[in-house]
T-cell receptor, first 114, second 113 residues
């Protein structure tokens, strides 16, 4: 049981480039989330999904896109990278209800845009 | 809208002394409250949660938290701090509708030997 996995761990992008951050979970969780963490700012929700085929915007969705074609995978797409997207990105998942540990987090992807 | 405030950016405590990391929240209806810890270059790890029941919740690594409805607070505590407790601590809240967690900005705990 790997939990939540994210790839890559690190990436440097040039301004205007595109990339996809991968996230997968093997806990059969319906809910999945993408957060970004900026120093001193806590975690900001980018997008989330309550099940395959259903996604919704969070607090800071601009510049990002997501899709959820399967229960396991929730990739995050950056189309035109900007320096403001330099951050650490965390994927998380959870089941419905109140059991368990709330959200389970992946190890993060550190992205630098120059 | 839900919100969480962690009023201290940094908390310093001597090893062996009790520690408190403060958290206040705002939510419509009954809150579900969580504490997570983040070590350098790692993801967030669950410490404890309050859903319902006893106001004092016990969690991992000897941590506990006290839910106070009248003060809308959920402070994290530990009777005797360890150097290894040094990390970034996040408080989070959601309402009963299974909405995504809303996180505070984090408090950096430094335990000095």
């Amino acid at each position: 049981n790997a939990g939540v996995t994210q790839t890559p761990k690190f990436r440097i992008l040039k301004i205007g480039q595109s990339m996809t951050l991968q996230c997968a979970q093997d806990m059969n969780h319906n809910y999945m989330y993408w957060y970004r963490q900026d120093p001193g700012m806590g975690l900001k929700l980018i997008y989330y999904s309550v099940g395959a085929g259903i996604t919704d915007k969070g607090e800071v969705p601009n510049g990002y896109n997501v899709s959820r074609s399967t229960t396991e995978d929730f990739p995050l797409r950056l189309e035109l990278a900007a320096p403001s997207q330099t951050s650490v990105y965390f994927c998380a998942s959870s089941s419905s209800g109140t059991s368990g540990m709330g959200q389970y987090f992946g190890p993060g992807t550190r992205l630098t845009v120059t | 809208a839900q919100s969480v405030a962690q009023p201290e950016d940094q908390v310093n405590v001597a090893e062996g002394n009790p520690l408190t990391v403060k958290c206040t929240y705002s939510v419509s209806g009954n809150p579900y409250l969580f504490w997570y810890v983040q070590y350098p270059n790692r993801g967030l790890q669950f410490l404890l949660k309050y859903i319902t029941g006893d106001n004092l919740v016990k969690g991992s690594y000897g941590f506990e938290a006290e839910f106070n409805k009248s003060q809308t607070s959920f402070h994290l505590k530990k009777p005797s701090a360890l150097v290894s407790d040094s990390a970034l601590y996040f408080c989070a809240v959601r309402d009963t509708r299974n909405t995504p967690l809303v996180f505070g900005k984090g408090t950096r705990l430094s335990v000095i030997a």
